[in-house]
């Protein structure tokens, strides 16, 4: 009995250490990929806000005046392709065409609201300003 009794403990030790094994390593798979997938998206959280101050530099810039939308585009596409490579960032080019295209939409988009409010505050003001006299 005594012969039986060790036994099935040297079996279950030796169960017990390979489930261990096995949970260990699926967690460490696990956690290695989760934090893959943050540093990936820190990444690319960085280039996204590379392009939109590479596209406010191509607006607002006296040398980028000249330069037509779409050359604009190009020019910040190109930058923000230099930077994915410097930093390691693994993007396709269809996805960083999208996000240039999508920054350069909402500084236009910003900027045509703003042009519209403007007109609106000018017209309230001449309205004001016929109303008292």
Known sequence: MDIITTALGNVLGEAITIIF???????STYGAFYIKKLTDNAKKKTLVDEVNRYTQWALQAK????????????????KAQ????E???????????LMVERSIQSIEQLEDAGLKLMKIKREMAKLNGKGEG
């Open 21 to 27: 094994g096995i949970i260990f390593t699926g967690i």
């Open 63 to 78: 040398s980028f005046k000249l330069m037509s939308i779409d050359e604009k585009k190009q020019t910040v596409f190109e």
């Open 82 to 85: 230099q930077f994915a490579m």
């Open 87 to 97: 930093n390691g960032i693994s993007i396709s080019m269809e996805e960083l065409s």
